[in-house]
């Protein structure tokens, strides 16, 4: 079975510190898909990326990048000089291939409280 | 675009009662599915669907019943309602493989 672990319960830094979240995660298939996904106190859950299991090239939008180790089974996720909006909680999440692709399993959650 | 629409988004049940909650979508999606969040766990599967008429457990489904009559559809139910069911109950959907899920808003449910 699939597992995500998020360390890290609560990260709270001030407004313009760089954060790095942390995902580990367990599997054994050799196809998979991994996600972030934040919830701000409105509750809604917003995508914030996909990446599969064959493209281990790091990602960058914005502020917001991914490291994908699949060495280390890792999927960190950080923040460039942090602002209050990016306070809110966010998952790390893994699916499997095929017909099991939506199924997602999530981690625990990490809940960024940014200070201005 | 309304995408995916819960209803109702607040609830507060006795043990005991019944309810159900309503998931709709109007993108056309073939795949939905019922997550359940509660502090410290994530979210977690309830029910899915690959398609109209079709149903499967996912990772906690006991005290749970779906249905999927029509596509746009999908219904979460509890017969008698816990304590143990207090939670917030996600909606999503998507069109087909590889395609990121649509989350509901959101319905937040106490069972007292």
């Known amino acids: 079975a699939q597992k995500v672990t998020q360390a890290q319960t609560e990260i709270s830094v001030v407004e313009k510190e760089d954060v790095t979240l942390d995902c580990v995660y367990e599997?054994?298939?050799?196809?998979?898909?991994l996600f972030w996904y934040k919830q701000p106190p409105s509750g809604e859950l917003v995508f914030l990326i996909r990446?599969?299991?064959?493209?281990?090239q790091n990602e960058i939008s914005g502020r917001y990048s991914w490291n994908f180790q699949k060495s280390t089974s890792s999927f960190n996720f950080t923040i460039t000089a942090s602002q209050v909006v990016d306070s809110a909680v966010y998952f790390c999440?893994?699916?499997?291939?095929?017909?099991?692709?939506?199924?997602?399993?999530f981690g625990q959650g990490t809940i960024l409280t940014v200070h201005p | 675009n309304a995408g995916v629409t819960q209803t109702p988004k607040f609830r507060v049940l006795k043990t005991g009662q019944s309810m159900t909650l309503l998931c709709a979508q109007d993108?056309?999606?073939?795949?939905m599915y019922w997550y359940r969040q509660d502090p410290g766990m994530g979210l977690r599967l309830i029910h899915y669907?690959?398609?109209?008429?079709?149903?499967a457990k996912g990772e906690v489904p006991d005290g749970y019943n779906v249905s999927r009559l029509k596509k746009q559809n999908f219904l979460l139910g509890l017969e008698s309602a816990a304590p143990s069911q207090t939670s917030v109950y996600f909606c999503?959907?998507?069109?087909?493989?590889?395609?990121?899920?649509?989350f509901g808003s959101g319905t937040q449910l106490s069972v007292l």
């Open positions: 999503a959907s998507r069109l087909d493989n590889y395609e990121k899920l649509f």
């Open positions: 599997t054994r298939d050799t196809t998979y898909y």
């Open positions: 990446r599969n299991s064959f493209d281990e």
């Open positions: 999440a893994h699916a499997s291939g095929g017909t099991s692709y939506g199924k997602l399993t």
């Open positions: 993108m056309n999606h073939e795949y």
């Open positions: 669907s690959v398609g109209e008429g079709t149903t």
